[in-house]
């Protein structure tokens, strides 16, 4: 009997590898935070010293989005050919090329190939760290550690935010460079994703990787068998192409993972990111730094919080409250504007809009910033999941600039029409969730891609 009770209390403890790899993956969602969060704090100095035009700086700000939009597209493809760890290298080639050109640069041409190259690599990264996260962590852990990669992002467009303050552009393009030889350096140091092993017929390789996630006292034996038949299942059937994924078998999934990444992108959260500094001003604010500041106080804490409760509270749960939270927040913000119009009361406007704004950045960090993509990196089964990955990832980049190239258009046509349209979505989000998105929590990702292609 002590030796049942030992082994099942190694198996909850968390291995030193799994913590680990995590830390490396999640350097690559470090680089896509300070990559995003840039181009605001570098705008006046990149503009006087380069002498670039309004017109020449947005470019250079929008650029960043095709570069993922084409990494996104190839980024299935790659990480299934070459693997999790080589996918992740070659993502940080890309962004250590891009980052060194932004600091060289001594035109604007310099700075857009460099810029697209960190777009490219991002795009990559925003596929490959939460699916192998997904692939090494134990299933009562997974939601957690592959919510870090939200963490991550948020801490490092916070300090790029915070640093730009009063670093030179060119040094604050330096930081970029850091976390990813961080990360090429540690990537020889952590095992590659025992599932994609298994996927390639490599057993030995396979169960040694399993076997240093799991820790050396731990019988892994059930868990690598159920692996293995599952994707020996999978390995008599072809890669699923971009039209197979609309297959019967394959729609729930397809549906539940690019619905979720439209209504995500949708629901406002780049116009809010983005133009919040000229959402304050517009309100009524005499300056947008203090309420970008508000919001930063608020966004890591809230997106830790979803890092706690994710394999407590369940996916759905989560998803539900964030996406309720989102629909009020834009509500809120469309009230202060209506109050702005109408002269409601005096200072109303602004009270609504900081809270309305705060509510929404609070929200989405707490669950519709990062679940969407955890769930993205669960329900694909190996075969469709280069493909299906690919189209998901590229959904959610072509969203971003769709909605972050409209947004300016659509507060010309109506301020308040914006940001009801914003919580329409927002709360359709709610009624999607509700329908079609499973709980995954404390589930094999074998079992939970059994389910999604048996409906």
Same mark, same amino acid.
């Given at each position: 009997?002590?030796?049942?009770?030992?082994?099942?209390?190694?198996?909850?403890?968390?291995?030193?590898?799994?913590?680990?790899?995590?830390?490396?993956?999640?350097?690559?969602?470090?680089?896509?935070?300070?990559?995003?969060?840039?181009?605001?704090?570098?705008?006046?100095?990149?503009?006087?010293?380069?002498?670039?035009?309004?017109?020449?700086?947005?470019?250079?700000?929008?650029?960043?989005?095709? /570069?993922?939009?084409?990494?996104?597209?190839?980024?299935?493809?790659?990480?299934?050919?070459?693997?999790?760890?080589?996918?992740?290298?070659?993502?940080?080639?890309? *962004?250590?090329?891009?980052?060194?050109?932004?600091?060289?640069?001594?035109?604007?041409?310099?700075?857009?190939?460099?810029?697209?190259?960190?777009?490219?690599?991002?795009?990559?990264?925003?596929?490959?760290?939460?699916?192998?996260?997904?692939?090494?962590?134990?299933?009562?852990?997974?939601?957690?550690?592959?919510?870090?990669?939200?963490?991550?992002?948020? *801490? /490092?467009?916070?300090?790029?935010?915070?640093? /730009?303050?009063?670093?030179?552009?060119?040094?604050?393009?330096?930081? %970029?460079?850091?976390?990813?030889l961080f990360q090429l350096l540690g990537?020889f140091l952590i095992p590659e994703s025992?599932?994609?092993?298994?996927?390639?017929?490599?057993?030995?390789?396979?169960?040694?990787?399993?076997?240093?996630?799991?820790?050396?006292?731990?019988?892994?034996?059930?868990?690598?068998?159920?692996?293995?038949?599952?994707?020996?299942?999978?390995?008599?059937?072809?890669?699923?192409?971009?039209?197979?994924?609309?297959?019967?078998?394959?729609?729930?999934?397809?549906?539940?993972?690019?619905?979720?990444?439209?209504?995500?992108?949708?629901? %406002?959260?780049?116009?809010?990111?983005?133009?919040?500094?000229?959402?304050?001003?517009?309100?009524?604010?005499?300056?947008?730094?203090? %309420?970008?500041?508000?919001?930063?106080?608020?966004?890591?804490?809230?997106?830790?919080?979803?890092?706690?409760?994710?394999?407590?509270?369940?996916?759905?749960?989560?998803?539900?409250?964030?996406?309720?939270?989102? *629909?009020?927040?834009?509500?809120?913000?469309?009230?202060?504007?209506?109050?702005?119009?109408?002269?409601?009361?005096?200072?109303?406007?602004?009270?609504?809009?900081?809270?309305?704004?705060?509510?929404?950045?609070?929200?989405?960090?707490?669950?519709?910033?990062?679940?969407?993509?955890?769930?993205?990196?669960?329900?694909?089964?190996?075969?469709?999941?280069?493909?299906?990955?690919?189209?998901?990832?590229?959904?959610?980049?072509?969203?971003?600039?769709?909605?972050?190239?409209?947004?300016?258009?659509?507060?010309?046509?109506?301020?308040?029409?914006?940001?009801?349209?914003?919580?329409?979505?927002? /709360?359709?989000?709610?009624?999607?969730?509700?329908?079609?998105?499973?709980?995954?929590?404390?589930?094999?990702?074998?079992?939970?891609?059994?389910?999604?292609?048996?409906?």
């Open positions: 009997m002590e030796p049942l009770l030992e082994r099942k209390k190694l198996s909850q403890t968390v291995p030193l590898v799994v913590v680990t790899s995590t830390a490396v993956a999640v350097a690559g969602s470090f680089v896509f935070g300070i990559s995003v969060g840039y181009s605001s704090p570098a705008q006046t100095g990149i503009m006087l010293d380069l002498g670039l035009s309004l017109a020449e700086y947005s470019l250079f700000g929008s650029i960043l989005t095709i /570069g993922a939009m084409l990494g996104a597209i190839v980024s299935g493809t790659i990480t299934e050919k070459v693997g999790r760890r080589y996918a992740m290298s070659i993502a940080d080639v890309f *962004c250590i090329v891009g980052w060194l050109s932004i600091v060289f640069s001594k035109n604007y041409w310099h700075l857009d190939v460099g810029r697209f190259l960190v777009g490219c690599g991002i795009g990559l990264f925003s596929y490959v760290v939460p699916v192998y996260i997904s692939e090494i962590t134990p299933k009562n852990l997974r939601g957690s550690f592959a919510t870090v990669n939200q963490l991550m992002i948020c *801490c /490092g467009a916070s300090l790029a935010y915070l640093l /730009g303050t009063f670093l030179s552009w060119r040094a604050l393009a330096i930081l %970029g460079v850091a976390p990813c990537l025992p599932r994609w092993l298994s996927k390639l017929g490599h057993y030995q390789e396979f169960e040694v990787a399993l076997q240093k996630l799991r820790g050396v006292d731990v019988d892994i034996f059930e868990e690598a068998e159920e692996i293995k038949e599952f994707t020996k299942k999978l390995v008599h059937q072809k890669e699923a192409s971009l039209i197979d994924l609309f297959k019967k078998e394959y729609i729930h999934a397809v549906t539940v993972g690019v619905g979720l990444m439209v209504l995500q992108q949708f629901g %406002g959260v780049n116009a809010i990111c983005f133009y919040a500094s000229e959402i304050f001003v517009s309100a009524g604010f005499s300056s947008g730094n203090s %309420g970008m500041i508000a919001m930063v106080i608020v966004q890591v804490p809230m997106t830790t919080l979803g890092v706690l409760l994710m394999d407590k509270a369940g996916r759905r749960p989560l998803l539900l409250v964030s996406a309720a939270g989102t *629909c009020l927040g834009c509500f809120l913000v469309g009230l202060s504007f209506l109050s702005q119009a109408y002269q409601w009361a005096k200072d109303l406007n602004i009270i609504l809009a900081l809270a309305g704004i705060l509510v929404y950045t609070g929200s989405f960090s707490l669950g519709m910033g990062g679940i969407p993509w955890v769930i993205m990196s669960e329900i694909f089964p190996i075969n469709m999941k280069g493909s299906a990955g690919s189209l998901v990832t590229l959904v959610s980049w072509l969203g971003s600039w769709i909605v972050s190239y409209t947004f300016n258009f659509l507060m010309l046509w109506s301020s308040v029409g914006t940001f009801f349209l914003f919580a329409s979505i927002c /709360g359709f989000t709610v009624l999607f969730v509700a329908r079609l998105v499973p709980e995954t929590k404390g589930r094999t990702l074998e079992e939970i891609q059994a389910s999604m292609s048996s409906l």
